[in-house]
């Protein structure tokens, strides 16, 4: 089972930016899609962005154009570069095969966005 680990995240004021960073193990990486995923204090899970193998992105409308999802599938890894961040993108953020959340979810990374 394909196992993922998400880093980067912290508190950071309005306005500011953070990148997250996803490593999975497993050798068919590249053959899926990947998406960031996030999920807010008593809300449920929501996708932010997910990336095709060969690059092509799809964000969600809250989140476009201040996100950038990339991936390097050399290094079975994903990234999320979040600009201009709002108070309502805290939350734990995950990675995880897209649409569905096919692999065994991570512990995800918490971003929290305060003065």
């Known amino acids: 089972q394909v196992q993922v680990v998400e880093s980067g995240g912290g508190l950071v004021q309005p306005g500011g930016s953070l990148r997250l960073s996803c490593a999975a193990s497993?050798?068919?990486?590249?053959?899926?899609?990947m998406g960031w995923y996030r999920q807010a204090p008593g809300k449920s899970r929501e996708r932010v962005a997910a990336?095709?193998?060969?690059?092509?992105?799809h964000y969600a409308d809250s989140v476009k154009g201040r996100f950038t999802i990339s991936r390097d599938n050399a290094k079975n890894t994903v990234t999320l570069q979040m600009n201009s961040l709002k108070p309502e993108d805290t939350a734990v953020y995950y990675c995880?095969?897209?649409?569905?959340?096919?692999?065994?979810w991570g512990r995800g990374t918490e971003v929290t966005v305060s003065s």
């Open positions: 990336i095709l193998s060969g690059g092509s992105t």
């Open positions: 995880n095969t897209a649409p569905r959340g096919e692999w065994t």
């Open positions: 497993g050798s068919e990486f590249s053959m899926y899609i």
